[in-house]
């Protein structure tokens, strides 16, 4: 047997496994540039003092009687309380107190987080420090009008009535908006479900679809944000294993944009010219550190269709993820009755791969999980060694593949 070590699970446990194939497959990784993790906290505090394009904090803060800052949920994987500890101090050294400053959870359409996400997420010292909220898709909302796109704008009334409006976010690759962090905190994190059905509306028409790059989804959000109002906007680049590898603070646009370029550089994934005789008859997408739910393995798509030209025609597609919540929640598109919901078996997407064996590899998953959003083709299993006898009976004994360690990965 050869082994192979994939992180895993985001959040929950010893986040590691190991992938187990006969000897007789021929098996290559490739993995992200990555970087070096910043430890050091003067470094992240330099950063939120010479901010990029807006006035440091307390420049903004001084003679202010309230803030909020608006964190994304425990979806995504960086971890925020060393960050949140300085815009505190930052906070208070402008005359904010603590008793006047609220942390909302961004969450969108996703489930709300407990004392035990937000621990994980912003560390138990911000979490008994101040007030914590987390987002309502459909209550404490503001109308505010349309964007140029004609995205209606219902916004969190406890984030529109803060003086001040500070946000950190993970820049990492989105199949919709191009990257995340920036505006995207706010649009989907903090609006309306009117508003977040129309943002992922224009997605399903094919309106701003792109991976790594700034697309016209991402702009309306941006649009939506110049009108909402972001006075400090906080950018992380991740590590493979959910590290610091930068960060950039100061305006949602400028500093997004400093962000996105090292984001390019630190999860480049260099991809082989391949000959027709040495493309690969398997894929093995693993979704680590977006792996909480099932919900979020649509994003191993991207990643497909980015390196599609390493794969044989018909190539199986396997995606990887702990789901250690199992299916997840998404009130948009992942529930029985939601306004956006569909097995992605009807989805123009799974036609165009309809050559290509795909599975679905997760220990805490089951049959009913998988159907509810993947058609009935699907192989699944929660055993890897029996995912892996499947698959020698579609591509035989001696198949090429190829494992992805990680789903923020950019060709």
């Excluded at 994939?6 to 992200?32: C, H």
């Excluded at 964190?71 to 050294?93: F, H, Q, T, W, Y």
């Excluded at 500070?166 to 199949?175: D, E, K, R, S």
């Excluded at 805490?364 to 890897?384: C, E, G, M, Q």
Aim: aromatic share 10%.
């Amino acid at each position: 047997m050869k082994s192979f070590t994939i992180p895993w699970s985001a959040w929950y446990g010893k986040e590691e496994y190991v992938l187990e194939f006969p000897d007789t497959w021929n098996v290559r990784e490739f993995s992200m540039q990555d970087a070096k993790e910043i430890t050091n906290l003067v470094e992240l505090e330099t950063a939120l003092k010479n901010p990029i394009g807006a006035p440091p904090i307390q420049e903004i803060a001084r003679g202010k009687k309230n803030a909020v800052i608006v964190v994304e949920d425990i979806s995504r994987p960086m971890r925020a309380g060393p960050i949140c500890e300085l815009v505190l101090k930052e906070l208070n050294e402008a005359g904010i107190s603590n008793e006047n400053i609220t942390l909302i959870a961004a969450l969108g359409a996703h489930r709300p987080m407990t004392r035990e996400d937000f621990i994980k997420k912003v560390g138990e010292k911000v979490v008994d420090s101040v007030n914590i909220e987390n987002h309502h898709p459909y209550e404490n909302l503001v109308f505010l009008g349309n964007s140029n796109m004609g995205t209606p704008i219902y916004l969190n009334k406890t984030y529109h009535e803060a003086d001040v409006k500070i946000a950190v976010g993970t820049v990492i690759p989105h199949p919709l908006a191009g990257f995340g962090g920036g505006a995207k905190i706010i649009l989907p994190g903090v609006c309306g479900i009117q508003t977040l059905e129309a943002n992922h509306q224009a997605a399903v028409k094919g309106i701003g679809v792109g991976l790594g790059f700034i697309t016209e989804l991402r702009k309306d959000i941006e649009d939506v944000c110049v009108r909402v109002g972001l006075d400090f906007s906080i950018n992380l680049v991740s590590t493979m294993k959910r590290g610091i590898a930068g960060i950039f603070a100061g305006h949602y646009i400028q500093a997004h944009r400093k962000a996105a370029e090292l984001a390019k550089r630190v999860y480049h994934t260099e991809l082989p010219k391949l000959s027709p005789d040495e493309r690969l008859d398997v894929g093995f997408f693993n979704l680590y550190p977006e792996d909480t739910e099932l919900s979020q393995t649509v994003k191993g798509f991207p990643i497909f269709f980015s390196a599609h030209e390493l794969f044989k025609r018909g190539a199986a597609i396997i995606f990887m993820t702990a789901a250690t919540e199992g299916r997840g929640y998404h009130s948009l598109i992942g529930e029985t009755g939601g306004r956006l919901y569909q097995n992605w078996g009807e989805h123009l997407l799974f036609q165009a791969l309809s050559d290509n064996p795909f599975g679905i590899f997760s220990p805490n998953l089951s049959k009913a999980d998988i159907f509810h959003y993947y058609p009935k083709r699907t192989i699944f299993h929660k055993d890897f060694k029996k995912m892996v006898q499947d698959l020698e009976k579609i591509c035989g004994p001696s198949p090429r593949a190829g494992i992805f360690p990680t789903s923020i990965l950019l060709t």
